[in-house]
């Protein structure tokens, strides 16, 4: 099948480096006042995929001239010990983030330990003070991934207003906050997950696709209307031709005789993750300067960094 004549590679990297680009420059200016933006990021235990996840991000954060605090606690770690690590990074006014590398050992609440981050502090968006802030409008620190899938859309569409939206998925991580970002930018949105009937009809109304299942190259041409710009999420590692490689939730190479412009995989959102943790620490800093400490953020808070 061949492809749509001008299908454009949505280039992850490409986005990603301007966005660090972007946070080094306000770095910068923000040290020429005196201020250093600071990131604390906690790992419990040795999952060799976080490590390598926390790696990167130290490694970034370091790279746009953001401190970086790293605490790695070993597995056996008591829930009560971290969350008393966490109140001692809620109350140092030096660290505007603070980022709890997931998934934590199964004799941790993951809830327990995300609710005890402060707001204004929360740079991955998973407090609940953040995430209804999100679903009511306001201007809040928000997920990663979906929002450098915002900026990803925002690149590739222009103006999103009114486009029909499909996101496959309903995570809290990515599926829900995607929705919730695609519907705050006037997007008609419709969530598709493991109970809809008839994903391919569904997603085939959709000018926009966001997949994020975790299911390797399930939705292919097939599943998409002509000209649809699709954002692929997944990133799964399969076993193929006797060799291992990553790849999408889409089936890039059908999907290119449909689509108008796709992310690859890798090289599409992955890169977009850590940029917008990044964003995020420098949004932090900025609403900590605004609010006094403890306050909640402002619904009008004026956070361009966030757009
Ligand atoms: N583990 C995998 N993805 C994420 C993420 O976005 N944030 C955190 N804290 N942990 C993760």
């Known amino acids: ?37 600071a990131l604390a990021v906690v ?20 790279e746009t001239g953001i401190r970086s605090l790293e605490f790695k606690l070993p597995a056996d770690t008591a829930e009560a ?8 990074l809620n109350a140092d006014a030096e660290v505007n983030g603070i980022l ?3 998934p934590l050992p199964a004799h941790i609440d993951e809830n327990r330990v995300l609710q005890a981050i402060a707001p204004l502090k929360d740079v991955d968006g998973f407090h609940s003070e953040n995430v209804g802030g999100l ?11 979906p929002s450098g899938c915002m900026r990803l859309l925002r690149d590739a569409c222009g103006e999103l207003r009114g486009k029909h939206a499909v996101v496959i998925g309903r995570s809290n991580i990515v599926g ?39 299911k390797p190259r ?30 999408g ?29 990044m964003k995020n620490t420098l949004v932090a800093a900025r609403l900590q300067r605004q609010a006094p400490r403890g306050a909640r953020i402002p619904e009008d808070a004026a956070c361009p960094s966030l757009s």
């Not at 790992?43 to 370091?62: C, F, H, M, T, W």
């Not at 002509?226 to 954002?231: F, H, L, S």
């Open 1 to 37: 099948m061949s492809s749509q004549p001008s299908v454009k590679l949505i280039d992850g990297k490409a986005a990603s480096a301007r966005v660090l680009a972007e946070v080094r420059a306000e770095v910068q200016a923000l040290r020429g006042d005196g201020i250093q933006p």
């Open 81 to 88: 010990e971290l969350l008393a690590l966490i109140e001692r």
């Open 176 to 214: 829900k906050p995607m929705a919730a970002l695609l519907l705050q930018a006037d997007c008609t949105v419709t969530v598709l997950h493991s109970r809809s009937r008839d994903l391919p009809a569904l997603c085939r109304q959709a000018d926009i696709v966001v997949a994020a299942v975790g």
């Open 135 to 145: 679903s009511q409008g306001r201007e809040v620190l928000t997920p990663c991934t």
């Open 249 to 277: 939730d889409v089936d890039f190479d059908s999907a290119l005789a449909q689509a108008s412009a796709i992310t690859p995989v890798p090289g599409g959102v992955g890169p977009m993750t850590i940029a917008y943790l």
């Open 100 to 102: 709890v590398q997931l």
């Open 43 to 62: 790992l419990v235990g040795s999952d060799p995929a976080s490590q390598v996840y926390v790696r990167n991000k130290v490694l970034r954060a370091e």
């Open 218 to 247: 399930l939705i292919d041409a097939s599943w998409l209307k002509p000209g649809a710009v699709v954002i692929d999420v997944g990133i799964n590692r399969i076993d193929e031709d006797g060799r291992s490689k990553l790849v």
